[in-house]
Each structure stands twice: as structure tokens, then as C-alpha cells.
């Protein structure tokens, strides 16, 4: 099985219209995604490479069943969109958008808990999710991506996710799903998320985590396995060398008074029994293993 996408997903993307919701979209629906509609209030009725347009989103889940939304609008409305798509019956929200503003992520955060509690928002500022010959939602390139299983992968680092993926793949080692959940500081998916529905899927036997410094969701993250997970882990922190006090790339990505580090989650995520890789091209070598002993 895959989490939270699969062949049935049907998507509207929200953006279908512009350069990049376009490039993105069709490359998704060549993949073999179900790519049913785009939205655009100006350009209702017409189509992008036959894919039609709607006015809003609740008329394009009216026409197509629609159950899941891309964004690829700029951020100051990407607010508006998230509500748009939740109030229109979409259950599943994929932000791409970077530079959304932090109030705007706590917002749409506990409105989404408290109003719209069957609406799970991935981002934003995340690079979508993928099911391996099943679904591609966002801007994740699908030949990286080894169909198969056993393994599911969940990161806070895009780049990260695409070498998770190619390490993988150079280990003939194939994935469930892939979840990009974003390092931004409020992020609609948390890591604890994504452990949980890989745990719950019987095709996933082993899981990939790849985090960043700053913030507590490695450490959250942890205690879940440490509690919950009967599945191994394999682990990465990036940002060993990172400066303290330094915003490094992602909003999220900033260590505060020691708290934060890369070596702070490396530590517990070790004490919670995880397998943490020293670098990026370790992840590969680390899950091979971890699967070899599955096999046992």
C-alpha cells in the first residue's frame, strides 16, 4: 500500500494556469497521476492540454470527484487557497509554495485541526509526495523514484528527499511513498504523521527520516519511535556544521541557546533505536542493510 495518495487520488491544481503549476502538473499527469481540473476565476472553461478549468474548487470536485489539491499560487494567497480547497471537499492539500508567512502557517494549521479535522495540509514549502508508480503530486522528478517497497521515506529537506530517493534506487531498494513534509516552521504534516501511517501500512517494513537542525520535530519524532515503532529507522540530521544562532536555509532550520542541533537529535534518536547515517549517501547504505536483515 501507499499513505495518504494512490492511483485513485484525483487532483486539482490550484495554479494549473501559471508557468510552473503547468510545467509541473502535465509532468504529473504524464507520470500517471489523475490530473482532473485547474482553477482559475479568470480562465473558467478553458482547458490546459485538455485538462479542463474551473472558477473555484468546489466546482471542479463537483465535475471530476476531485479529492486532493495542489497549490502553486504565490504565497500571500495561499491562505485563501488552503480554505478554498477545504471548504470545496478536498481532504488531502499539497502546498509547494515557499515563503509563506508564519502567521499564515499557524493559522491555517490549528484552523485546519479545529474546523476541518479529515483535511491533512503536506507544506508548505515542500516538494509534494509520491507513490511510486502510483501517484506524483508536486515537483518530486518520478524516474528517481524505485517502485515497490518496503521502505517509506519522510523528510523536511527537498534536495534530501530527491538523494533519499536516488540512494535508494542505487541500492535496488524500492519505496512505498516518499513524503516531502517541509522545513518550514509550522508545517501541516509532522514527522510523528508520517511514522504513524508507515507503521500502519502493511507494505512499509522499514522507514527513512531525514531531518534538519532547529526546532523539536526530530525530538517529537523520536519519542514516537522510541514509543510507538515497531519498524526500524533509518535516520539523517543535516546541518552537522551549522553555526548556532544562524538561519540556515529553511525558515525552521535555526538553532536557539543549543537547542536544535544536529548532534542534539542525532543523540536521541539513537537512545530512541534508530539507525542514524553520518551523510547523505550513508542513508542508502545504512537502509540496505536494515532490509538485508529483514530478510533474515
Known amino acids: 500500500m501507499s499513505i495518504f495518495v494512490d492511483e485513485k487520488t484525483k487532483v486539482v491544481y490550484q495554479g494549473l ?75 488531502f492539500i499539497v502546498v509547494i509554495t515557499e515563503g509563506v508567512p508564519f502567521h499564515d502557517q499557524a493559522f491555517l494549521f490549528n484552523k485546519l485541526q479545529r474546523d476541518y479535522p479529515n483535511v491533512r495540509m503536506l507544506g508548505p514549502n515542500c516538494p509534494g509526495i509520491i507513490s511510486p508508480n502510483r501517484c506524483n503530486i508536486g515537483i518530486t522528478a518520478g524516474h528517481i523514484a524505485k517502485p515497490g517497497g518496503p521502505v517509506g521515506i519522510v523528510s523536511r529537506s527537498g534536495t534530501l528527499t530527491y538523494q533519499a530517493l536516488f540512494e535508494l534506487q542505487q541500492e535496488n531498494i524500492g519505496v512505498t511513498t516518499c513524503v516531502g513534509i517541509g522545513g518550514d516552521p509550522v508545517p501541516g504534516t509532522s514527522f510523528k504523521d508520517c511514522l504513524e501511517a508507515f507503521q500502519n501500512d502493511p507494505e512499509t517494513e522499514a522507514v527513512v527520516m531525514i531531518g534538519e537542525i532547529g526546532g523539536s520535530a526530530e525530538e517529537n519524532a523520536a519519542d514516537y519511535i522510541a514509543d510507538q515503532m515497531t519498524k526500524p529507522v533509518v535516520a539523517y540530521i543535516a546541518g552537522v556544521t551549522a553555526p548556532p544562532g544562524k538561519k540556515m536555509g529553511h525558515a525552521g532550520a535555526i538553532i536557539s541557546q543549543g537547542k536544535g542541533t544536529a548532534a542534539a537529535k542525532k543523540k536521541v534518536l539513537t537512545a530512541a533505536g534508530a539507525h542514524v547515517a553520518t551523510t547523505p549517501v550513508e542513508i542508502g547504505e545504512l537502509t540496505s542493510k536494515v532490509v538485508a536483515q529483514l530478510r533474515l
Do not use: M
Not at 32 to 52: E, F, S, W, Y
Open 17 to 91: 494556469t501559471g508557468s510552473q503549476g503547468r510545467y509541473h502538473g502535465l509532468l504529473n499527469r504524464e507520470y500517471g497521476t489523475q490530473v482532473v481540473a485547474g482553477t482559475n476565476p479568470r480562465k473558467a472553461g478553458t482547458d490546459v492540454d485538455g485538462i479542463p478549468v474551473f472558477a473555484t474548487v468546489s466546482e471542479a470536485v463537483d465535475a471530476t470527484g476531485a479529492n486532493a489539491s495542489c497549490l502553486f499560487v504565490p504565497a500571500p494567497w495561499v491562505k485563501e487557497a488552503v480554505l478554498e480547497a477545504a471548504d470545496g471537499g478536498i481532504d
